[in-house]
């Protein structure tokens, strides 16, 4: 079975813009979540999706959001971007809920300049 | 709230010792998950283990092996005869089992292990 895979992997934007990042689950996991790693931070959950809803949301501001699709995939996007949006951008993929083990992608590595 | 601790930052072995990777959680849930991932320098979250409260069962597999002790609220991982490739760091993580939040990490052990 294929892993959880992540687009792009690596992405340079500047301040002010938008990003987009897309997530491909484990086939038949119905459970997206996402997380943002940084090395002052550590690991911090920024949300989940089942059944193309947002069931949890971290402590992120409005400009991180995401959606998922029918068939799970999902996307996350952050609006006017900040320099301290640089970060590793983290998708896991459970079953049906966060509380199973969640299987993570290589990750998105975003630097704003 | 929830809250995961790993106190070592850092852990430097030479090949073939055994080393002990502490930590130490808090939360209010009698329901909850524990979970160990290693992270490469790919990036990678890798899965290792998911341990839930209602099981204090320790567990080996292979030279790793866990120590749940809810007494002392800690979910420890030893690696026994340690090798180049365990080189990593390693995330401790908790899910509460009412919850909303993803899973709370640690701020992980970077573990270096010498040839």
């Known amino acids: 079975k294929a892993g959880v895979t992540q687009t792009p992997r690596y992405l340079i934007k500047t301040r002010g813009q938008q990003v987009t990042l897309s997530c491909s689950p484990i086939?038949?996991?119905?459970?997206v979540s996402w997380y943002q790693q940084t090395p002052g931070q550590g690991l911090q959950f920024l949300f989940e999706?089942?059944?193309?809803?947002?069931?949890n949301k971290g402590n992120f501001p409005g400009r991180f959001s995401g959606r998922q699709f029918s068939n799970s995939r999902s996307e996350m996007n952050v609006s006017t971007l900040e320099l301290g949006d640089s970060a590793l951008y983290l998708c896991?993929?459970?079953?049906?809920?966060?509380?199973?083990?969640?299987?993570f992608g290589p990750g998105t590595r975003l630097l704003v300049l | 709230a929830q809250k995961v601790t790993q106190a070592q930052t850092e852990i430097s072995v030479v090949e073939k010792e055994d080393v002990t990777l502490d930590c130490v959680y808090e939360?209010?849930?009698?329901?909850?998950?524990l979970f160990w991932y290693k992270q490469p320098p790919s990036g990678e979250l890798v899965f290792l283990i998911r341990?839930?409260?209602?099981?204090?069962q320790n567990e080996i597999s292979g030279r790793y092996s866990w120590n749940f002790q809810k007494s002392t609220s800690s979910f420890n991982f030893t690696i026994t005869a340690s090798q180049v490739v365990d080189s990593a760091v390693y995330f401790c993580?908790?899910?509460?089992?009412?919850?909303?939040?993803?899973?709370?990490f640690g701020k992980g052990t970077h573990l270096i292990i010498q040839p």
């Open positions: 896991a993929s459970s079953f049906q809920d966060r509380k199973e083990t969640q299987y």
């Open positions: 086939s038949g996991h119905r459970s």
């Open positions: 999706y089942f059944s193309e809803t947002q069931r």
């Open positions: 939360t209010r849930d009698t329901t909850y998950y």
């Open positions: 341990r839930n409260s209602f099981d204090e």
């Open positions: 993580a908790l899910a509460e089992g009412g919850g909303a939040d993803g899973l709370t």
